[in-house]
């Protein structure tokens, strides 16, 4: 077989186990195919074998001057030029070609071709661009505001009489709508987000119940007409590791929000033991993640022009052009989400600035009245936005009363809030996270340590504690705790693998190529489970964005996520002789390198003191005094941004301590306004050298014998 047939093949199996359609693949193949062969040609090389050698410089250049003969689009040369860049770097890690170490020479030849090609694909990607901008340049412009939310305002009365129904709730003793009608509302209010708002659409997908939760039981943000809102913070959206996105409520959205969520949400999830924490919910309690289909759907059902998310998107960019130097910005910082703006004001602030942006929609809308001319005559379409008379919701322990419409002027104080229950549970989920709970203190905390009980064993566990379980429900909870613990473990084969991947192919983390699995492969972890091939990939892509910088930041995103998601690269537990257990180094750790942190609850020195002198010395044995600041650390309870599951699994509470041996040394480093320790290894650490820092205590110390110290 021909080297050229040989990668082909490989290329091929390497881009199915990414899940890229078939359809991607044969259209990348066909392009490398169609270079390929044409470059050679170019070069008068007629054989019919390929060879890494007929990649050359000359020829790509020759090949890029027939396409500009041949007056090839720009943007057909530049997928020609990412698919063959894909694949040249294939070409370079494949394990049958073996270049690296073959043909060293070839391997280096093909790496200079590489960063020429990407050279060249920079310049290709400014000339799209300037094309963009032409083409955009020479296209009328969008649909005004009022055409825009032109379905809001049709479907409006129908909205609010559903809204209605459930205000006249007194109780949660079932649902009152109909399939359809659940449907109409949940089109109509995430239409509203992404035509009214210009909200992207996975991010009203990915909208989590407990993040509107928090922002209903938060304070209430004042606009400068004294209306109060409040500000949404969606922080679990697919992109959320580069975009930024809050939604901001007036008194009208607010309300009708809450009774969503309090008579339509809540109730399906009790009915249906729904148990996903997205906000938005079908009828049959799976999550409403089809919201651009659900847009068009009703706009088609009220006979209105269709109207996408990203032509709305497109539209604001454009009418705001009229407006006020400050007013394009906060719109513009809006619509962008980029990473960039979350790191600026908007991100930490500033729920203000979302409020301001929301009132500068409002003020495009009136500069464009009813035509789009300029006059400012109030328009029908504005009702669904402006309609925002303040409502005051009674505060009961269980029920809510009918909320009553009444004029709030703008010196007056936020109107009383209505106490959200917690995020629904159902029985199952509860029972679930209670036993995993006691299965993991056999284990330390390690969640992929668990052994998962026979159905018998768990009703014997519950009637051991006076409860009762049936059959039924023991084989469903324990269908949940296995599921529990194979994501634990696919976590840290993925860990695993992606290191070794990253130590094979030689390459940094974001041109990582997806290896192939053996079935040996996917039962590789402490239990011997054998793990589904796609949630083992899928857990890799996802740590490979994380671990894409070679040398992690303390302010960047990359650390932002790992904190989030307590998923060091570098780490692992063991057992430690004479210290139970400890931290050791599953790869070799460069000094300066950032390994873990110690997390925990960050509270001041005074009230850690006090809990030690309140607190039982066994139960506050994590707790970690800062000079600095005077700050500690107190690891020993659990923090409130981590389940308890994720909580006694983080890296930090178990490095043990050293005074002479010492090789990684905590930092303390201001991250989005709040201390975070980090532990930074202070020379090159090798694989498998346990972690040590020294905790600044001795034997004696305080009077007593600290017993582990001798050792």
């Given at each position: 077989?021909?080297q050229f047939c040989?990668?082909f093949?490989?290329?091929?199996?390497h881009?199915?186990k990414?899940?890229?359609s078939?359809?991607?693949?044969?259209?990348?193949?066909?392009d490398?195919?169609?270079?390929?062969?044409?470059?050679?040609g170019?070069?008068?090389i007629?054989?019919?074998?390929?060879?890494?050698?007929?990649?050359?410089?000359?020829?790509?250049?020759?090949?890029l001057?027939?396409?500009d003969?041949?007056?090839?689009?720009i943007?057909t040369?530049?997928?020609?030029?990412?698919?063959?860049?894909?694949?040249?770097?294939?070409?370079?890690?494949?394990?049958?070609?073996?270049?690296?170490s073959?043909?060293?020479?070839?391997?280096n030849?093909?790496?200079?071709?590489?960063?020429?090609?990407?050279?060249?694909?920079?310049?290709?990607d400014?000339?799209?661009?300037?094309l963009?901008?032409r083409?955009?340049?020479?296209?009328?412009?969008?649909?005004?505001?009022?055409e825009v939310?032109?379905?809001?305002?049709?479907?409006?009365?129908d909205?609010?009489?559903?809204?209605d129904?459930?205000?006249?709730?007194?109780?949660?003793?079932?649902?009152?709508?109909?399939?359809t009608r659940v449907s109409?509302?949940?089109r109509?209010?995430?239409?509203y987000?992404?035509?009214?708002?210009?909200?992207?659409?996975?991010?009203?997908?990915?909208?989590?119940?407990?993040?509107f939760q928090?922002?209903y039981?938060?304070?209430?943000t004042?606009?400068?007409?004294?209306?109060?809102?409040?500000?949404v913070?969606v922080?679990?959206?697919?992109t959320?590791?580069?975009?930024?996105?809050r939604?901001?409520?007036?008194?009208?959205?607010t309300?009708?929000?809450?009774?969503?969520?309090?008579?339509?949400?809540?109730?399906i999830?009790?009915l249906?033991n729904?148990?996903?924490?997205?906000?938005?919910?079908?009828?049959?309690g799976?999550?409403y993640?089809?919201v651009?289909?659900?847009?068009?759907?009703?706009?088609?059902?009220?006979?209105?022009?269709?109207?996408t998310?990203?032509?709305?998107?497109c539209?604001?960019?454009?009418w705001?052009?009229s407006?006020?130097?400050?007013?394009r910005?906060?719109v513009?910082?809006?619509l962008c989400?980029?990473?960039?703006?979350?790191?600026s004001?908007?991100?930490?602030?500033?729920?203000?600035t979302?409020v301001d942006?929301?009132?500068a929609?409002?003020?495009?809308e009136a500069?464009?009245?009813?035509?789009?001319?300029?006059?400012?005559v109030?328009?029908?379409v504005?009702?669904?936005?402006?309609?925002?008379?303040?409502r005051?919701v009674?505060?009961t322990?269980?029920?809510?009363?009918?909320?009553a419409?009444?004029e709030v002027?703008?010196?007056?104080?936020?109107p009383p809030?209505?106490?959200?229950?917690k995020?629904?549970?159902t029985?199952?989920?509860?029972?679930?996270e209670?036993?995993?709970?006691?299965?993991?203190?056999?284990?330390?905390?390690?969640?992929?340590?668990?052994?998962i009980?026979?159905?018998?064993?768990?009703?014997?566990?519950?009637?051991?504690?006076?409860?009762?379980m049936?059959?039924?429900?023991?084989?469903?909870?324990?269908?949940?705790?296995?599921?529990?613990?194979?994501?634990?473990l696919?976590?840290?084969?993925?860990?695993?693998?992606?290191?070794?991947?990253?130590?094979?192919?030689?390459?940094?983390?974001?041109?990582?190529?997806?290896?192939?699995?053996t079935?040996?492969?996917?039962?590789?972890?402490?239990?011997?489970?054998?793990i589904?091939?796609?949630?083992?990939?899928?857990?890799?892509?996802?740590?490979q964005?994380?671990?894409?910088?070679?040398?992690?930041?303390?302010?960047?995103?990359?650390m932002?996520?790992?904190?989030?998601?307590?998923?060091?690269?570098?780490?692992?537990?063991?057992?430690?002789?004479?210290?139970?257990?400890?931290?050791?180094?599953?790869?070799?750790?460069?000094?300066?390198?950032?390994?873990?942190?110690?997390?925990?609850?960050?509270?001041?020195?005074?009230?850690?003191?006090?809990r030690?002198?309140?607190?039982?010395?066994?139960?506050?044995?994590?707790m970690?005094?800062?000079k600095e600041g005077?700050?500690?650390?107190?690891?020993?309870?659990?923090?409130?941004?981590?389940?308890?599951?994720k909580?006694?699994g983080t890296?930090?509470?178990?490095?043990?301590h050293?005074?002479?041996?010492?090789?990684v040394?905590p930092?303390?480093?201001?991250?989005?306004?709040?201390?975070?320790?980090?532990?930074?290894?202070?020379?090159?650490?090798?694989a498998?050298?346990?972690?040590?820092?020294?905790y600044g205590?001795r034997r004696?110390?305080?009077?007593?014998?600290?017993?582990?110290?001798?050792k």
């Amino acid at each position: 077989m021909t080297q050229f047939c040989l990668s082909f093949q490989n290329f091929r199996s390497h881009q199915r186990k990414a899940n890229t359609s078939e359809a991607a693949i044969n259209n990348s193949l066909a392009d490398v195919t169609r270079m390929t062969w044409k470059m050679m040609g170019l070069q008068g090389i007629t054989a019919q074998d390929f060879k890494t050698t007929y990649l050359s410089l000359v020829g790509y250049e020759r090949l890029l001057a027939w396409f500009d003969k041949m007056d090839v689009n720009i943007k057909t040369v530049l997928n020609y030029t990412k698919n063959f860049m894909q694949f040249m770097k294939y070409v370079n890690i494949d394990m049958d070609l073996l270049l690296v170490s073959n043909d060293h020479a070839e391997f280096n030849r093909l790496s200079c071709l590489q960063i020429h090609i990407a050279n060249s694909r920079s310049g290709l990607d400014s000339g799209v661009f300037e094309l963009h901008k032409r083409q955009m340049n020479s296209k009328p412009k969008p649909p005004t505001p009022a055409e825009v939310k032109r379905v809001l305002a049709v479907a409006k009365d129908d909205f609010d009489r559903a809204m209605d129904e459930l205000r006249k709730k007194k109780d949660d003793s079932g649902l009152i709508l109909t399939k359809t009608r659940v449907s109409f509302i949940n089109r109509y209010i995430t239409a509203y987000l992404c035509l009214g708002q210009g909200i992207r659409v996975g991010a009203a997908e990915n909208m989590h119940g407990s993040e509107f939760q928090a922002a209903y039981n938060g304070e209430r943000t004042l606009s400068d007409n004294g209306i109060p809102h409040i500000v949404v913070h969606v922080a679990n959206h697919k992109t959320n590791v580069t975009q930024d996105c809050r939604i901001a409520l007036d008194s009208y959205w607010t309300e009708n929000f809450y009774l969503y969520f309090r008579y339509v949400r809540t109730i399906i999830f009790r009915l249906k033991n729904a148990t996903h924490p997205y906000f938005f919910t079908q009828n049959d309690g799976r999550h409403y993640k089809k919201v651009s289909d659900g847009i068009e759907k009703l706009q088609n059902q009220y006979g209105v022009p269709k109207i996408t998310s990203s032509t709305a998107r497109c539209a604001w960019e454009t009418w705001v052009e009229s407006r006020p130097e400050a007013e394009r910005k906060l719109v513009a910082d809006h619509l962008c989400h980029s990473a960039e703006v979350a790191k600026s004001h908007y991100k930490h602030g500033f729920a203000k600035t979302t409020v301001d942006a929301l009132g500068a929609f409002k003020a495009i809308e009136a500069d464009l009245g009813v035509g789009g001319k300029g006059n400012r005559v109030s328009v029908t379409v504005d009702a669904a936005v402006a309609h925002s008379v303040p409502r005051s919701v009674a505060t009961t322990s269980v029920d809510v009363t009918p909320v009553a419409e009444q004029e709030v002027p703008p010196s007056t104080a936020t109107p009383p809030k209505a106490v959200l229950p917690k995020s629904p549970k159902t029985p199952k989920d509860i029972k679930v996270e209670r036993i995993m709970d006691q299965l993991k203190e056999k284990v330390a905390g390690d969640i992929a340590d668990v052994t998962i009980p026979t159905p018998t064993q768990l009703i014997d566990m519950e009637k051991a504690a006076g409860r009762k379980m049936s059959p039924d429900d023991a084989a469903t909870i324990q269908r949940s705790l296995r599921t529990l613990r194979d994501n634990a473990l696919a976590e840290n084969m993925a860990i695993r693998l992606l290191k070794n991947e990253k130590k094979r192919q030689n390459v940094p983390y974001k041109d990582l190529l997806a290896p192939t699995l053996t079935a040996a492969d996917l039962s590789r972890n402490k239990c011997g489970v054998k793990i589904k091939e796609s949630q083992l990939l899928s857990k890799f892509r996802s740590l490979q964005k994380t671990y894409q910088s070679s040398s992690l930041n303390p302010d960047s995103d990359d650390m932002r996520a790992l904190i989030k998601g307590q998923s060091w690269p570098y780490v692992c537990l063991r057992s430690s002789a004479n210290k139970g257990r400890g931290v050791f180094a599953n790869s070799s750790i460069p000094k300066g390198q950032v390994v873990c942190d110690y997390h925990g609850q960050t509270i001041s020195s005074e009230e850690g003191e006090q809990r030690m002198r309140s607190t039982d010395p066994q139960a506050t044995n994590y707790m970690l005094f800062l000079k600095e600041g005077k700050i500690c650390i107190d690891a020993s309870n659990q923090c409130t941004c981590h389940s308890r599951a994720k909580f006694m699994g983080t890296y930090g509470r178990y490095m043990n301590h050293s005074a002479k041996m010492w090789n990684v040394k905590p930092k303390a480093v201001d991250l989005d306004g709040t201390t975070v320790v980090l532990l930074t290894a202070i020379r090159d650490i090798k694989a498998g050298e346990e972690l040590l820092f020294d905790y600044g205590v001795r034997r004696g110390e305080d009077g007593e014998d600290i017993g582990w110290l001798k050792k």
